[in-house]
């Protein structure tokens, strides 16, 4: 079964050393792993804006082609998770995928928002920021949207995998098949 992983790591400083890390847990439990990085795009002599389309349709494809998405939902430049993988998560649910969910991160969002703005939340009708915006208090690791189109959200990459592993398992017990 190919699961595609999504996350911020292809903003880390060797995000391919990374991918082929992650690609190598999938296999030893017995998935083929794809990395939004894998393959070759040919992107000479495009403008910015044309190696943009050429990445999202890539990746697109790519998870087209995937049974299921693990996705780091890890905090990233602020107390929610990356924008990019927030639609992967979006697109692949819509897609009838099976997608996972992990996060090195187990606050909840809330207590990870009241963080980024050095305690400054007001409790009024609701949870406000300083700016007086609601911040959803739902119990969930990150927005409601993401945090429910995932079957769960454990704490590290590998548990992610095997949780998926189990779900794949045992959906199969039924006649379900992911492939």
């Known amino acids: 079964m190919k699961v595609y992983l999504a996350g911020p790591e292809v903003f880390f400083p060797d995000p391919r050393t990374e991918g082929q890390r992650l690609k190598s847990i999938c296999a030893d439990h017995g998935f083929e792993g794809v990395f939004p990085l894998d393959g070759d795009l040919d992107i000479d002599g495009l403008e910015e804006w044309e190696i943009a389309e050429a ?3 890539a990746n697109i494809q790519k998870i087209d082609d995937c049974s299921a998405v693990i996705a780091n939902m890890t905090p990233f430049r602020g107390p929610g998770m990356d924008g990019g993988t927030a639609f992967e998560i979006g697109y692949a649910y819509g897609e009838g995928k099976l997608v996972v ?3 090195s991160d187990d606050r909840d969002y ?6 980024y703005f050095g ?4 409790k009024t009708d609701r949870w406000r920021d300083p700016q ?3 911040v959803e208090d739902f ?3 990150d927005n409601l949207m993401m945090s429910s189109a995932v079957i769960d959200v454990v704490s590290d990459f590998e548990s992610a995998v095997k949780l998926l592993k189990t779900v794949v398992t045992e959906t199969a ?3 379900v098949s992911w492939e």
């Open 173 to 175: 017990k039924h006649g």
């Open 101 to 103: 969910g992990w996060s």
């Open 55 to 57: 990445i999202f349709d």
């Open 110 to 115: 809330i207590d990870r928002v009241r963080e």
């Open 139 to 141: 119990g969930q690791p």
């Open 132 to 134: 007086g915006l609601e």
């Open 119 to 122: 305690g400054r939340l007001e």
